[in-house]
């Protein structure tokens, strides 16, 4: 059975209480031994769903588009073997449908029928498009100046869009009020968003025949995909699965990065900064991650480092990628800027290595501002 439990006080709650926060304020995690049968897996349908014997809820409250197991494929960009998960093309054109589709069965097997979110965009609409399927209210907030796409999106789900004025923190003071009276299906907080991040590192496994990758690079605001894909190689570990657990890159915009200031100056907890509204890589402009210092654990325990990405350097990964075949959204190209900026650092010592890393978001989602950035590089020829 699994339990939440606090990373503050460590007091415990049931799986089937309703809470996404500690009495105390703290954040809570999922203690949970799961289950691989390989064989089993096999005659499951593709998806992330086929290891559901490693996902703690019941199969009459799985709510899902029969998503996942994305594929893997090599993209050259430097030393070593590059391999690209292809988590843009998810069923809402990002990986947030992987703990939308968990936490969002969570909720229909708690009973629970109106739900709050917000997001810079991506994480509304997944739980907006799974909330739909479920028959579940949902009320989301996001900053006024994300993507067009990604606002038609929550909107002809039927949710109810809150559009915030100001910064993406602005934004989640606005969700805190409302998440007072109604449950908060918060990709942050909530325990249960990670046991469906989790599925990356069980996929990414066992396309590369059920071994681990040598290094894996995956971007970090709130560390939602990060911290799953840690858990997740973590549970494969200790289940005999995988021999080791892979360092674990993250990758930061500039612009925005918290942690990045934390890990140079060697302190465990997120530093503080301004909050950010100007950064190509919306998707990461997070001045106060929640789940700062598990991030910074899972560094240290990796003998990972965190990578910060100029705008130049996004931009420049951004137009590689296009001319390659790939439409993927500028927060994004942030990931591959820092997985670029890992290889040319590492030159001498990852030519026999294998890199993962990820598409988060589909470029269609942001296709008015990646008009813009065209006309700009035109008119400075090309820069
Ligand atoms: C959510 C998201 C990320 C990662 O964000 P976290 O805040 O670290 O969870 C990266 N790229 C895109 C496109 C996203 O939507
Ligand atoms: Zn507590």
Not at 42 to 53: A, E, L, T
Not at 284 to 294: F, L, M, S, Y
Not at 318 to 338: C, D, F
Not at 358 to 377: A, E, I
Request: proline share 4%; glycine share 10%.
């Amino acid at each position: 059975m699994a339990r939440l439990v606090c990373s503050s006080c460590g007091k415990e709650y049931s799986a089937g209480d309703p809470v996404w926060r500690c009495s105390c304020g703290g954040i809570l995690d999922i203690k949970f031994t799961p289950c691989f049968d390989r064989k089993k897996m096999k005659s499951k349908p593709h998806g992330m769903w086929k290891y559901r014997d490693a996902i703690p809820i019941s199969d009459k409250n799985i709510v899902s588009f029969q998503e996942g197991f994305t594929p893997l494929l090599e993209v050259k960009t430097g030393e070593g073997r590059l391999l690209v998960k292809q988590d843009h093309l998810f069923p809402t054109g990002s990986y947030k449908d992987r703990g939308a589709s968990v936490l969002i069965s969570k909720v229909k097997e708690l009973g629970i029928k109106k739900v709050v979110e917000d997001s810079s965009g991506n994480a509304g609409a997944a739980v907006a498009a799974y909330c739909a399927k479920a028959g579940i209210e949902c009320d989301i907030y996001v900053p006024k100046s994300t993507s067009t796409g990604k606002l038609a999106q929550i909107k002809l789900y039927g949710a109810n869009l809150h559009k915030i004025p100001g910064s993406r923190e602005d934004t989640a003071e606005a969700v805190m009020e409302a998440a007072e009276k109604n449950y908060y299906a918060s990709h942050s907080w909530n325990p249960w968003f990670f046991q469906g991040t989790k599925t990356f590192a069980y996929e990414v496994c066992e396309q590369l025949g059920w071994t681990s990758p040598d290094v894996v690079i995956l971007p970090v605001g709130n560390g939602t995909l990060f911290l799953g894909a840690y858990i997740g190689f973590s549970e494969l570990k200790n289940g005999g699965i995988i021999d080791s657990i892979p360092k674990l890159i993250a990758v930061q915009t500039a612009n925005c990065a918290p942690l990045y200031k934390s890990y140079i100056n060697k302190l465990n907890k997120p530093s503080s900064i301004e909050s950010v509204v100007n950064t190509l890589a919306e998707g990461i402009a997070i001045a106060k991650p929640v789940r700062g210092t598990q991030i910074l654990e899972a560094i240290r325990e990796t003998s990972g480092e965190i990578i910060a990405v100029t705008e130049d350097e996004i931009k420049t990964s951004l137009y590689t990628m296009m001319k390659q075949g790939y439409y993927i959204e500028p927060t994004s190209a942030a990931v591959i800027a820092g997985a670029v900026n890992f290889q040319k650092k590492n030159m001498d010592s990852i030519g026999d290595k294998t890199l993962v890393t990820v598409f988060t978001g589909h470029g269609l989602k942001g296709t008015d501002k990646l008009l813009k950035l065209n006309d700009k590089r035109k008119m400075n020829n090309g820069k």
